[in-house]
C-alpha cells in the first residue's frame, strides 16, 4: 500500500478507501457488487447494512458494513446506506488484497471518537477556548497536509459535480493553501455525500 494513502489517528495508522481501490485495481479487481441487507428505520435504530462482494483474480471475498447514527459524524447522517455500503467495500477490499489495517472509513464518528453534539457556532467565531489552543500550540495555521490533500482530491472527486475547480470556488482559495484544520474539516463534509 503506497504511503500517500496512509492516515494516522490517535498514534494508530489507517488506510484510506481510494488506497484499497487503487490497490485492488492494480491487483486485478474484477467487480464490486453491493446488496442493501437491512435499510435504516426508527424500529431497527436506524441502522443501515449492506453486504459487498469484491471479485478478483484470486477469488471472491465479502464484507459486511453498517452505519447508524451513533456510529458515524453527524454530517454524514442523511447518508447512512452510502457509508454502510463504503464500509462494506472497504472491509472486503481489505481482504481481498491482504491488508491488514482498519480502512479510515470504517471508524464510527470522526476519526474514531464517539459522536458529541456541539452547537453550532455562527460563521467565523470559535469556541474560546479552541481558538486559544489553537494560538498556543500553532497548529491552526499549518498547511494540510499531503494524505489529507490526496483523500480531498478523491473525495471531490466522488462528491463534487465539476471537480477541484468547483471545490476552490466555493471554498475560496486553492486546495493547496487549506490548512489541516480546514482540510479535516472538509473531509467529514464530503465524506457522506462520497460514501
Known amino acids: 500500500m503506497r504511503e ?6 490517535q498514534g494508530k495508522r489507517f488506510v484510506l478507501y481510494a488506497g484499497l481501490l487503487e490497490e485492488a485495481h492494480a491487483r486485478g479487481l474484477r467487480s464490486i457488487e453491493t446488496e442493501l441487507l437491512q435499510a435504516p428505520s426508527p424500529e431497527n435504530g436506524e441502522v443501515a447494512i449492506v453486504r459487498a462482494v469484491v471479485r478478483t ?13 451513533e456510529n458515524v459524524n453527524r454530517s454524514i447522517v442523511p447518508h447512512l446506506i452510502r457509508m454502510a455500503e463504503t464500509r462494506a467495500k472497504a472491509r472486503a477490499l481489505r481482504d481481498a488484497i491482504n491488508v491488514g489495517v482498519t480502512a479510515y472509513e470504517e471508524l464510527g464518528g470522526e476519526a474514531g471518537e464517539e459522536v458529541v453534539e456541539q452547537p453550532r457556532r455562527p460563521a467565523g467565531q470559535e469556541e474560546p477556548q479552541r481558538a486559544a489552543s489553537r494560538a498556543q500550540d500553532g497548529k491552526g ?33 486553492p486546495l493547496a493553501e487549506l490548512t489541516r484544520e480546514e482540510a479535516s474539516e472538509w473531509i467529514g463534509r464530503l465524506s457522506g455525500k462520497a460514501a
Request: glycine share 12%.
Open 4 to 9: 500517500e494513502y496512509m492516515i494516522e489517528r
Open 57 to 69: 483474480e484470486d477469488g471472491k471475498f465479502s464484507g459486511i458494513g453498517d452505519a447508524s447514527p
Open 141 to 173: 495555521g499549518l498547511p494540510a497536509t499531503r494524505k489529507q490533500l490526496n483523500y480531498l482530491e478523491a473525495l471531490i472527486a466522488d462528491a463534487v459535480e465539476d471537480g477541484i475547480p468547483k471545490f476552490e470556488e466555493m471554498v475560496g482559495k
